[in-house]
């Protein structure tokens, strides 16, 4: 049992050095507007370009640390007393 601790330290370090390499790493572009639609107020689709076109990086992170919390949520909630 005492493997399991470097073992999760040094994917908790990877995990991590993905993080920072791929936020450093990536040329964060923004843009001025959103495109607009006069037909469709709610531009959704144009949102949904720009997200699938040009931000899809911070989407694949976001959506990494999201199943994270969600994964330490479910841990967090099913305590050590169910075991």
């Not at 791929?22 to 507007?33: K, L, Y």
């Not at 495109?35 to 992170?61: K, R």
């Amino acid at each position: 049992m005492r493997i399991n601790r470097p073992l999760a330290f040094l994917v908790a370090l990877l995990f991590t050095a993905v993080v920072v390499v791929g936020a450093f790493g990536t040329s964060w572009n923004t843009v001025s507007e959103l495109p607009e639609n006069p037909a469709d107020q709610s531009n959704i689709e144009g949102i949904g370009m720009l997200i699938f076109t040009h931000y899809v990086a911070p989407f694949e992170v976001l959506s990494i640390v999201l199943l994270a919390s969600l994964i330490g949520a479910i841990y967090m909630a099913k305590g050590e007393g169910n075991r």
